[in-house]
């Protein structure tokens, strides 16, 4: 059972665009993460969001996390071939800190 | 700054076969994951552990097994290795704050023929 779907899968841009990555689910999350993956890479940490219509800013990425905690996007303006990657959320349900990964989204940046 | 050290990094193993995938991290977390990652289908948890001795069955554990001695090490055990254990595997560590996000290995690449 796939808890967070991503979408979209895959996404390929020009350098300049800006581009919206979602993250849904019908489960409701203590906490929700953002990691990029590089290819042969594991992933990394972008952020973490707790509360309920959290908005944080990284730059040029914005994250936010929906107010029912079901919920988050991510947002980059003026995208740059370095954003390329695998953008993966995951949702934390329980008292171990244990992830629910999402799908993925594969997003290309041409220059 | 080591962070999380996987080995071997590639593999390839025949059908029947058994490996253990090695895990350390040097971060004193207490929390310790192992998860594999197949195309298209995000990670799934196989196994976890909490703190030395400590261990429990993620989401698909069937054909492994782990072990947690110490802090910094969790190594992960294929027993008679099938096909299906074909994917990219990704030892992890964290604190137990979920505040805390999860410092990854980079991988190992294991091929069953």
């Known amino acids: 059972t796939q808890l967070l779907e991503q979408s979209p899968q895959f996404l390929s841009i020009q350098e300049g665009e800006n581009l919206t990555v979602y993250c849904n689910s019908s489960?409701?999350?203590?906490?929700l993460q953002w990691y990029r993956q590089e290819p042969g890479e594991g992933p990394v940490l972008l952020v973490t969001v707790v509360t309920g219509g959290e908005v944080k800013k990284l730059k040029r990425l914005t994250f936010q996390f929906g107010d029912a905690r079901k919920d988050s996007s991510l947002h980059i303006t003026a995208a740059q071939p370095g954003d390329t990657g695998l953008y993966l959320c995951a949702g934390n349900r329980g008292a171990t800190n244990k992830l629910i990964f999402g799908t993925g989204t594969l997003l290309a940046v041409q220059p | 700054n080591a962070g999380v050290t996987q080995t071997p990094k590639f593999r390839i193993l025949k059908i029947g076969q058994s490996m253990t995938l090695q895990c350390t991290q040097d971060m004193n977390h207490n929390y310790m994951y192992w998860y594999r990652q197949d195309p298209g289908m995000g990670l799934k948890l196989i196994y976890y552990?909490?703190?030395?001795?400590?261990?429990d069955k993620g989401e698909v554990p069937n054909g492994y097994n782990v072990s947690r001695s110490t802090t910094e090490d969790f190594p992960l055990r294929l027993e008679l290795a099938a096909p299906s254990q074909t994917s990219v595997y990704f030892c992890?560590?964290?604190?137990?704050?979920?505040?805390?996000?999860?410092?990854f290995g980079s991988g190992t690449r294991l091929t069953v023929v």
């Open positions: 489960s409701v999350f203590s906490s």
């Open positions: 552990s909490v703190g030395a001795g400590i261990t």
């Open positions: 992890a560590s964290s604190y137990w704050d979920r505040n805390y996000g999860y410092t």
